[in-house]
């Protein structure tokens, strides 16, 4: 049996423990029992599905952030998502992380959808990034269709009222009402849209394969985005 194979057959006998087959960091950092209380940040890799960027670039930008700012979190974590096992984000960047000694209890890596991730993988965050558009819109696909979905019109009125455009490279903190099921049953207060680098010809501000220009785009989202968390845990 594959692994894949294996995993669905025990879905059906054991959903709690499926989730730590598929994302062992769970279950390690669940059991000192005070996760839940653990600020953490979940985050998409920003601008690498439809905004086309190049997975290997994206992921030592990645790391290079991380590294920066793990030691500034205190307790938090952040924590990187993407929806299946085949990502190549995810594995590039735990390969990577590895490599560079990151603490896998302030930075790990999670399959799962981002706006499921307590109730569908028992991974408490309580601030979600939103790799968005410009317009700041709901839809569009990607992760920005499924936040804005999951999250009700509260969002996009929340959104509405702190900006109304983003440059790519700069972000937006949205403390999510309580009205939104994502608070109610993710636990998510925050919601931080940020704007990647585009290299989609087909999308707006697309930069045409300039990976200098793009790269330092990237780090800037990155560094937009966690001093946003940092400024909501502080
Ligand atoms: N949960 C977790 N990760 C997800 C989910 C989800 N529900 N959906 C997608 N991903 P993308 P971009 C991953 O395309 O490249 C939108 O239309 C996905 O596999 O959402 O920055 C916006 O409106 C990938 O790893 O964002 C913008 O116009 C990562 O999230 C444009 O796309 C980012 O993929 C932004 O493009």
Not at 153 to 161: C, D, H, K, M
């Amino acid at each position: 049996l594959e692994g894949q194979e294996i995993t669905s057959l025990l879905s059906d006998a054991a959903g709690e423990e499926v989730k730590r087959i598929e994302n062992p960091e769970v279950a390690s950092v669940n059991q000192n029992g005070s996760s839940s209380d653990v600020p953490t940040l979940a985050f998409p890799s920003l601008s690498t599905s439809d905004f086309q960027f190049n997975n290997e670039k994206a992921s030592d930008v990645i790391i290079e952030k991380v590294e920066e700012y793990v030691n500034k979190l205190g307790n938090a974590r952040l924590v990187l998502v993407d929806l299946t096992h085949g990502s190549k984000i995810l594995s590039l960047v735990r390969a990577k992380a590895a490599q560079k000694h990151i603490n896998p209890k302030m930075f790990f890596t999670f399959v799962g959808d981002i706006t499921r991730l307590y109730t569908g993988g028992g991974l408490r965050c309580n601030v979600i990034a939103n790799a968005a558009n410009w317009r700041l819109k709901p839809g569009g696909g990607g992760v920005n269709a499924a936040i804005f979905s999951a999250a009700g019109p509260a969002l996009e009125v929340a959104t509405a009222e702190r900006a109304k455009s983003l440059y790519p490279g700069n972000s937006v903190i949205v403390p999510l009402p309580s009205t939104s099921p994502l608070c109610d049953g993710e636990g998510v207060t925050h919601v931080i849209h940020v704007l990647g680098p585009n290299m989609n010809p087909r999308r707006p501000n697309c930069l045409h394969g300039d990976y200098v220009k793009g790269c330092e785009i990237l780090r800037k989202a990155y560094t937009s985005l966690f001093e946003g968390f940092l400024s909501i845990v502080r």
